[in-house]
C-alpha cells in the first residue's frame, strides 16, 4: 500500500503536469487564431480589396463602378448572417463573382470572420 505522502505528491505532480498541458494547448489555439486572422486578412486582400478596399469601405475605383457594399456598415452588419455571408463569397452575388473554386470552405469561413472584424 503505498503511503499518503507518494500519493499526494502523485496527485500535485500530475497537477501539475496538466496545468502545463493546458497551458500550452491555450497558447497553441490563439496563436492558430492570430495565425488564421492574418491568412483571412491576406486572403481579403488578394481576393475582395480590388473592389470594397482594404478598409472594407467600397471606396476603390472597381468599387465605385460596381457599387460594391461597404462592409464597414453597422446597419448591414446587423442585418446580415454569416450564413449569408459565407453564401455570397462561395457564390458570387450581383456583380460579385463566385470563390467557391479558388477558396476553400475554411477560408471563406474565415472570412466571415475578417469581414465581422471591419465592423464600424
Not at 20 to 39: C, E, P, Q, Y
Not at 97 to 119: A, N, T, W
Request: contains cysteine; aromatic residues 4%; proline residues 2%.
Amino acid at each position: 500500500m503505498k503511503k499518503p505522502a507518494n500519493v499526494l505528491l502523485t496527485l500535485v505532480v500530475s497537477g501539475v503536469c496538466l496545468a502545463s498541458i493546458v497551458t500550452v494547448a491555450t497558447r497553441m489555439t490563439s496563436g492558430a487564431s492570430v495565425s488564421a486572422g492574418a491568412d483571412a486578412q491576406s486572403t481579403f486582400n488578394s481576393k475582395c480589396a480590388k473592389c470594397h478596399g482594404r478598409d472594407g469601405r467600397g471606396k476603390t475605383f472597381r468599387g465605385k463602378l460596381t457599387h460594391a457594399r461597404d462592409l464597414t456598415d453597422a446597419g448591414w452588419q446587423n442585418d446580415v448572417t454569416d450564413e449569408r455571408l459565407f453564401n455570397s463569397i462561395s457564390n458570387g452575388r450581383g456583380k460579385m463573382p463566385s470563390f467557391k473554386k479558388s477558396l476553400s470552405e475554411s477560408q471563406i469561413d474565415e472570412l466571415v470572420g475578417y469581414v465581422r472584424r471591419l465592423r464600424r
